[in-house]
């Protein structure tokens, strides 16, 4: 596909390694806007369609090519955002990671699965794991990998099973704090008063910079 044919991709920031969205050490991918506007949302800076976000793939990958000789890459995960909401450029951009990047794609979508796979079916041959529905604030779940109780797993390359069983069973959330460019960015699942506690960090070190 030409670059003149390709779809730019909204684009919030991308991180090596994440450790905390996924089995492994992971590429992590955020996406810019999202639709679905939960209440109690963890990350509301991530929902407008922002076009000063837009970037091309071309120059993504670009930026990514350094990591396919990481032998310290296990994964990569899709979040936003929500990246559905981009479905020609989300389309692109996980046949390109299937080419060149790990087969171990997770993408997390604030929509159900039945709603995922209804607005994009070729989905399902594309990714390794879906984390899906939308975030509840009156039904918040204890495990590592997901906000509140009513989100599920589904796993689409059975190769993988092992790793996102052990994943799963984890107890204790993690969470990374890091620095791209001029954000700071919680890397996570956060429960509200870690939010705060972070806000607050980010707050002394932008007074400090």
Partial sequence: ???????????????????????????????????????????PENQPFDPTRAVSLDALFAGFAPLWAETGLNGVTLSGGEPTDQPEALRELLLRLNQCGPRDI?????????????RSPWLADQIAALVDGPFLATAPATESW??????????????????YESWTRLQS??????????????????????????????????QRD
Wanted: aromatic share 10%; hydrophobic share 35%.
């Fill in 1 to 43: 596909m030409s670059e003149s044919l390709t779809p730019n991709l909204l684009l919030r920031f991308w991180h090596f390694p994440t450790l905390t969205l996924g089995p492994g050490r992971r590429l992590g991918i955020w996406l810019q806007g999202c639709s679905i506007h939960c209440p109690g949302c963890i990350a």
């Fill in 146 to 163: 997901r906000g509140s109780t009513n989100q599920s797993l589904t796993l689409f390359r059975e190769e993988f099973r092992d790793r």
């Fill in 106 to 118: 997770l993408l997390y979508s604030g929509y159900t699965k039945a709603q995922v796979l209804a």
């Fill in 173 to 206: 959330r993690q969470l990374q704090l890091v620095r791209k460019d001029s954000g700071r960015y919680l890397i996570g699942i956060p429960r509200p008063k870690d939010r705060a506690v972070w806000q607050g960090l980010a707050q002394e070190e932008g």
